[in-house]
Protein backbone atom coordinates (compact mmCIF):
# COMPACT_ATOMS: atom_id res chain seq x y z
CA UNK A 1 0.00 0.00 0.00
CA UNK A 2 1.81 3.30 -0.87
CA UNK A 3 -0.09 6.69 0.37
CA UNK A 4 0.42 9.88 -1.14
CA UNK A 5 -0.45 13.09 0.67
CA UNK A 6 -1.33 16.64 -0.43
CA UNK A 7 -2.52 19.46 0.06
CA UNK A 8 -0.83 21.80 2.60
CA UNK A 9 0.36 25.31 2.47
CA UNK A 10 0.27 28.50 4.23
CA UNK A 11 -2.59 30.18 5.19
CA UNK A 12 -3.74 33.01 7.96
CA UNK A 13 -5.57 32.25 11.15
CA UNK A 14 -9.46 31.26 10.64
CA UNK A 15 -8.70 29.87 7.15
CA UNK A 16 -8.89 26.86 5.23
CA UNK A 17 -7.28 23.78 3.71
CA UNK A 18 -7.86 20.62 2.38
CA UNK A 19 -5.44 17.49 2.84
CA UNK A 20 -5.75 14.46 0.37
CA UNK A 21 -4.56 10.79 1.26
CA UNK A 22 -4.42 8.98 -2.18
CA UNK A 23 -4.20 5.37 -1.74
CA UNK A 24 -2.84 2.56 -4.08
CA UNK A 25 -2.53 -0.73 -3.76
CA UNK A 26 -5.74 -1.44 -1.68
CA UNK A 27 -9.16 0.33 -1.26
CA UNK A 28 -9.79 3.05 1.64
CA UNK A 29 -12.73 0.61 2.67
CA UNK A 30 -10.68 -1.86 3.29
CA UNK A 31 -8.24 -0.07 5.43
CA UNK A 32 -8.31 2.20 8.59
CA UNK A 33 -6.99 5.38 7.66
CA UNK A 34 -5.90 8.44 9.90
CA UNK A 35 -4.05 11.63 9.91
CA UNK A 36 -1.58 12.53 12.53
CA UNK A 37 0.48 15.59 12.75
CA UNK A 38 3.88 16.53 14.16
CA UNK A 39 5.01 20.25 15.03
CA UNK A 40 8.54 21.12 15.51
CA UNK A 41 9.77 19.58 18.84
CA UNK A 42 6.37 17.81 20.11
CA UNK A 43 5.39 14.05 19.67
CA UNK A 44 3.65 12.96 16.73
CA UNK A 45 -0.43 13.03 17.69
CA UNK A 46 -3.28 11.88 16.39
CA UNK A 47 -5.47 14.19 15.05
CA UNK A 48 -8.53 12.35 12.99
CA UNK A 49 -9.50 8.50 11.63
CA UNK A 50 -11.59 6.71 9.88
CA UNK A 51 -12.98 3.54 10.82
CA UNK A 52 -16.61 2.73 10.74
CA UNK A 53 -16.92 6.62 11.63
CA UNK A 54 -14.87 9.03 12.16
CA UNK A 55 -12.91 10.03 15.36
CA UNK A 56 -11.24 13.16 16.53
CA UNK A 57 -8.50 14.20 18.48
CA UNK A 58 -10.60 16.94 21.06
CA UNK A 59 -8.67 19.53 20.00
CA UNK A 60 -9.78 19.52 16.29
CA UNK A 61 -13.42 18.69 17.06
CA UNK A 62 -15.90 20.75 15.26
CA UNK A 63 -13.33 22.34 12.83
CA UNK A 64 -11.91 19.32 10.74
CA UNK A 65 -13.68 16.47 9.29
CA UNK A 66 -12.31 13.53 7.71
CA UNK A 67 -13.69 11.54 4.65
CA UNK A 68 -13.54 9.29 2.17
CA UNK A 69 -14.17 8.86 -1.11
CA UNK A 70 -13.68 5.23 -2.56
CA UNK A 71 -14.27 5.81 -6.20
CA UNK A 72 -10.85 8.40 -5.90
CA UNK A 73 -9.64 6.00 -3.35
CA UNK A 74 -8.81 9.19 -1.44
CA UNK A 75 -9.21 10.15 2.14
CA UNK A 76 -9.82 13.77 2.71
CA UNK A 77 -9.28 16.06 5.99
CA UNK A 78 -11.18 18.96 5.49
CA UNK A 79 -9.85 21.81 7.59
CA UNK A 80 -11.33 24.91 8.81
CA UNK A 81 -11.22 27.51 11.53
CA UNK A 82 -7.00 27.31 11.31
CA UNK A 83 -5.00 27.95 14.49
CA UNK A 84 -1.23 29.29 14.47
CA UNK A 85 -0.80 25.63 16.87
CA UNK A 86 -2.40 23.94 13.85
CA UNK A 87 0.99 24.33 11.97
CA UNK A 88 2.67 20.72 11.39
CA UNK A 89 3.61 18.40 9.18
CA UNK A 90 0.43 16.03 8.44
CA UNK A 91 0.90 12.62 7.91
CA UNK A 92 -1.65 10.21 6.68
CA UNK A 93 -1.57 6.33 7.77
CA UNK A 94 -3.37 3.46 6.92
CA UNK A 95 -3.35 -0.26 8.59
CA UNK A 96 -5.34 -3.24 8.73
CA UNK A 97 -7.02 -4.61 11.64
CA UNK A 98 -7.10 -1.63 13.64
CA UNK A 99 -8.78 -1.83 16.54
CA UNK A 100 -10.84 1.50 17.21
CA UNK A 101 -9.03 2.13 20.92
CA UNK A 102 -5.93 1.56 19.59
CA UNK A 103 -6.61 4.33 16.70
CA UNK A 104 -5.13 7.17 18.05
CA UNK A 105 -1.82 5.38 18.31
CA UNK A 106 0.65 5.43 15.68
CA UNK A 107 2.06 2.03 16.12
CA UNK A 108 -1.16 0.35 14.73
CA UNK A 109 -0.69 1.74 11.52
CA UNK A 110 1.50 0.09 8.63
CA UNK A 111 1.61 2.53 6.31
CA UNK A 112 2.73 6.10 6.16
CA UNK A 113 2.66 8.97 3.31
CA UNK A 114 5.23 11.01 2.92
CA UNK A 115 3.68 14.42 4.50
CA UNK A 116 2.67 17.59 3.96
CA UNK A 117 3.50 20.67 5.30
CA UNK A 118 0.41 23.22 7.60
CA UNK A 119 1.49 26.57 8.14
CA UNK A 120 -1.42 28.97 9.70
CA UNK A 121 -0.04 32.43 10.24
CA UNK A 122 -1.14 34.89 12.81
Same mark, same amino acid.
Not at 36 to 52: I, L, M, N, W, Y
Given at each position: ????? %??G?????????????????????????A? @?? =???GK??E @?V??? /????? &??? *?? /??? @??I??? %?? /? #?T??L =?????K?????????????????? #??? #???A?? &??? =??? =???? *??
Amino acid at each position: VQLQA %SGGGLVQAGGSLRLSCAASGSTVIRLVIAW @FR =QAPGKERE @FVAGF /KSYPS &YAD *SV /KGR @FTISRD %SA /K #NTVYL =QMNSLKPEDTAVYYCAAGTGVITS #NMY #NGAAYT &YWG =QGT =QVTV *SS
